[in-house]
């Protein structure tokens, strides 16, 4: 909305910059009136063309997730494990996962542990990415 106010305020400046007595001399008050009211109707009905066209909304499907069984047979992940991978993937604390889990917070750090010795990670953003590439997690 800020770029038609500039605009409006750009049309105005132009009107100022031409000086009205000396264009109401060479050319009658009613041209000059009609060649504004021309320009105005111009700019809204470019206005209101651009502001009621259909917004098009793009849509990205992505393909459902599909564990990798193999993988996770090799990584030897168990389905707690992999829980709480999944949740650390979503940002979650350990206090939240063990919220969530219904667990005790060093139930959480134990298979944080459990899991980062599995995957050969030292840090919970490695773990996910890992896990992310490897198709452990969605």
Known sequence: MIAYALVLALFVLALKLIDHRFVTKDISMDIYLGLVALLFTVFGIWLGL??????VKLQVITPPFEL????LDETGLSQRELEVL???SKGLSNQEIADRL???LNTVKTHSTSLFTKLDVKRRTQAVKLAKEWSLIP
């Open 86 to 88: 999944e949740m650390m």
């Open 68 to 71: 990798d069984h193999q993988k």
């Open 102 to 104: 219904f667990i005790s």
């Open 50 to 55: 651009k502001l009621t066209r259909p917004q």
